[in-house]
């Protein structure tokens, strides 16, 4: 994860002072390598402690692996890679914790419902028989009538899983709060970014797939979206056959 994910990951925790730093090392990132924890603390009017909480918040060990880390991005930058960026970045932004406790919630209830339009049809399909497979009660829709309808019935039993790449498809985001609103439980599964969708959602779990057009054809890359939905499979399986 690189600096400006890190930094979007954890910005619930930043204060005014963070972001005051954050945009220095924006600025200063070709030569962070040669600046110390002092010469920051200095620019930015605050103390070498403020410098120090602040990489521990965005998950860095300490100063310097931030300055490690940020020197080694901006080396990598324009390198071809081995491994397509979508899939390495999915890999960093898995949360093996997040997904046990999608896993217990979707364990625990009475049905899972995967709900998803466009593209995400398949994905909602293959879940759903992943969680068939061994006879968990899981159902898949894609029609935005079947969605309001199922969604309107559903109970605090059920769980509601909303696969969403943008997470800004409005007639979903409509009905999640709908649903949460009566206190069922609503999982969200989109991309990594800031969106409404993951906003509203009891859970939200992420994968790396910005979208992309290829004249006016949408050719966005749903290998992230594979990745991260077979590691939930895996982890309810284990967590299932316990």
């Known amino acids: 994860m690189n600096f400006e994910e890190r930094v979007l990951k954890q910005e619930f925790k ?11 090392i924006r600025k200063n990132r070709s030569i962070i390598h040669t600046l110390s924890i002092q010469d920051i603390a200095s620019e930015v009017y605050s103390v070498p402690n403020a410098i120090m909480r602040l990489a521990k918040k965005l998950e860095y060990t300490g100063f310097a692996q931030l300055k490690i880390m940020i020197q080694q991005e901006n080396e990598e930058a324009g390198k071809i890679k081995k491994i397509p960026n979508n899939v390495s970045k999915t890999i960093e932004l ?6 046990f406790q999608v896993s217990l919630k979707m364990k625990k209830c009475k049905t899972v419902y995967f709900l998803g339009v466009g593209d995400s049809i398949y994905f909602c399909e293959m879940m759903a028989n992943n969680l068939r497979c061994i006879n968990k009660k899981a159902e898949y829709y894609h029609n935005y009538h079947e969605i309001d309808y199922r969604v309107s019935h559903c109970d605090q039993q059920d769980v509601l899983v909303f696969i969403s ?19 069922v439980c609503v999982i969200s599964i989109t991309h990594f970014n800031k969106n409404s969708l993951s906003s509203i959602s009891n859970k939200a779990l992420y994968f790396w797939g910005e979208e992309r057009r290829l004249d006016g054809f949408n050719v966005t890359d749903r290998t992230g979206l594979m990745i991260l939905l077979r590691e939930l499979s895996e982890v ?6 316990i």
């Open 236 to 241: 309810f399986w284990r967590e299932y056959c």
């Open 94 to 99: 898995i949360n093996y914790d997040a997904l």
């Open 14 to 24: 930043l204060n005014d002072t963070d972001d005051e730093i954050i945009d220095y």
């Open 165 to 183: 790449a943008t997470g800004e498809n409005k007639r979903l985001i409509e009905v999640a709060k709908q649903a949460k609103e009566r206190g």
